[in-house]
């Protein structure tokens, strides 16, 4: 198991910067209407290990499918780089959009499918 570490990340503008502790070990895809058409790959973390750093006046709330996520784009630049919610069990966490955090090789991950379309 590869130890956490402290990836940065944000929007395409630059407004909204993020700090995410992760090892990335587990990303997802997801095909709901949304995730599937915005190509996010996404990691789930403890709320605590996502700290933003700027840009919490530049973010619109949207909620899909059960309202379970609250999804958060950059009001500028309309780019999503994370959600916050409840995962299994009620705890608190953050989706951290893989694809919005810097310098990551995507062709290394292997996304595990999730099939939200039959929940």
Known sequence: MADPAIHTG???CG?????AETALE????CNCSRCSKKGFIWTFVPKERL??????GQ???YRSNTGKLQHLTCRIGGVQ????GTGP??????AVNVRRLDGIDLAR????AFDSKSL
Do not use: I
Request: charged share 25%; net charge neutral.
């Open 81 to 84: 780089p994370f959600a916050r």
């Open 89 to 94: 069990g009620g705890t608190d966490v953050a």
């Open 15 to 19: 407004a909204v910067r993020l700090e």
């Open 10 to 12: 944000g929007c395409h």
């Open 109 to 112: 991950l292997r996304p595990l």
């Open 59 to 61: 973010l619109q709330e």
């Open 51 to 56: 700290t933003l750093l700027s840009g919490e």
């Open 26 to 29: 587990r990303v997802n895809t």
